[in-house]
């Protein structure tokens, strides 16, 4: 067995994986990010992160065939600088660099958080044993990944899978990105809630008030599926609606690419058939290739918060 380590960099925290070739996660630790500090300072509490994993899995440091990351921003793999990393205050820092002076002798591999995500799902997730796969991941926003052929597809500047930001209503929404009617203030987690608070403004006898303990700041996008669970006809609308945006999205990406595989994750994505069902059964009516006898495959994300850690683990070189 070979053994490799991941490493997820977020805004708030630093996690660490060891992961075997397999795709197995073995053992992994996290640290507070502490975001503000200088790159060097954050790359120091990776390199010593990714050791401690090792150490905690009981394997030789020596035996670590690579370290993979994934960060939060644009990753230049030709000159391995994350060239923009909003939520650190990273502009054109020399990510590889630094940790091959931190951890010498080492293959370091290097990605943005998305694609490693959808790498992982790929290699040992709900995509493992396709040709082709899009993720999307309903959160704040909308963020994926595109795996074709087997490969990770990066775009010419390393930005591609920035699902969020094509338009499915000209005059809509205005988009913190810049432009009006994104995907993602449609149909992310965000969006639900956005619009599950519409609702409930709208509607003071919806069952949806008393499930957030009349408080409307404590609504989740769990609220709005128990209260569908539990019968409340104003929560169906809503996720009704919600569906139909999300379809209009996912129905463009299966036109555009026809993947074997669209994996969706994020919390959303737990709600299983209460999401899954009607969604398909768009899907299956607005497909361009409705008629074909090789359709995509719609399945939920199964690697939750691990995948980041696989996905950057087992990135190749």
């Known amino acids: 067995m070979r053994y490799y380590v991941g490493i997820d960099l977020g805004g708030t925290n630093i996690a660490a994986g060891l992961v075997g070739e397999d795709g197995t996660l073995i053992k992994q630790m996290s640290v507070p990010t502490k975001s503000g500090r200088s790159a060097r300072e954050i790359v120091k509490d990776m390199a010593s992160l990714a050791k401690k994993v090792a150490e905690m899995g009981e394997i030789p440091w020596e035996n670590i065939e690579a370290v993979g990351v994934g960060v939060p921003g644009t990753a230049n793999r030709d000159t391995g600088m994350v060239e923009y990393a909003n939520n650190l205050g990273f502009y054109d820092e020399p990510m590889v660099s630094m940790l091959k002076e931190e951890l010498p002798g080492k293959s370091i591999r290097f990605d943005n958080d998305a694609n490693a995500a959808a790498w992982g799902e790929y290699v040992a997730g709900s995509g493992k044993g396709s040709k082709s ?185």
Not at 244 to 252: I, K
Request: charge should be negative; aromatic fraction near 6%; charged fraction near 20%.
């Open 133 to 317: 796969m899009l993720a999307v991941t309903l959160g704040t926003g909308v963020g994926g990944g595109i795996i074709l052929d087997g490969k990770l597809f990066r775009g010419v500047n390393y930005a591609a899978g920035e699902f969020g930001h094509f338009v499915i209503d000209r005059n809509g929404i205005p988009c913190n990105c810049g432009r009006r009617g994104c995907f993602e203030t449609y149909a992310s987690a965000t969006a639900l809630v956005a619009q599950t608070k519409e609702a409930m403004e709208q509607h003071p006898e919806s069952l949806l008030w008393e499930l957030c303990g009349k408080n409307i700041d404590l609504v989740e996008g769990r609220t709005l599926f128990d209260g569908v669970r539990q019968g409340d006809e104003i929560a169906k609308q809503v996720l009704s609606q919600f569906i139909e945006y999300l379809a209009t999205g996912l129905v463009d990406l299966i036109n555009i690419f026809q993947p074997e595989v669209l994996c969706i994750g994020g919390g959303i994505s737990k709600a299983g058939d209460l999401l899954l069902k009607p969604l398909q059964a768009i899907i299956d009516k607005e497909d361009y290739a409705a008629t074909s006898r090789n359709r995509t495959k719609i399945t939920v994300a199964t690697l939750d918060n691990d995948a980041g850690l696989i996905g950057a683990a087992l990135l190749e070189s």
